[in-house]
């Protein structure tokens, strides 16, 4: 199980649909001091994101009707 797997909890994911996903995102962020911003490329656009230490990543991710969620992913390797 990855860092980002653990640190994207239920709590989360709620907190992303009541408050919107950016400020869930930086919330997690200011959690985890070991992480840095990194901008994560799906399709076309980029987005932002977080990695960790053991490179996954947490990122912003387009959805259907043009909503953001969050999700976790093992690598950025996984993105290419």
């Known amino acids: 199980m990855t860092i980002a797997n653990k640190l994207l ?7 992303a649909k009541k408050e919107g996903v950016l400020n869930a995102l930086e919330s997690v ?7 840095r911003f990194k901008r994560v490329k799906w399709g076309r656009d ?5 990695q960790f230490g053991d490179g996954s990543l ?11 969620m969050l999700v976790a992913i093992e690598s950025d390797t996984a993105l290419a």
């Open 9 to 15: 909890s239920p709590a989360i994911i709620d907190q």
């Open 29 to 35: 962020y200011a959690k985890a001091h070991y992480a």
């Open 46 to 50: 980029f987005f932002d994101g977080i």
């Open 58 to 68: 947490i990122a912003v991710k387009p959805g259907q009707f043009n909503r953001l």
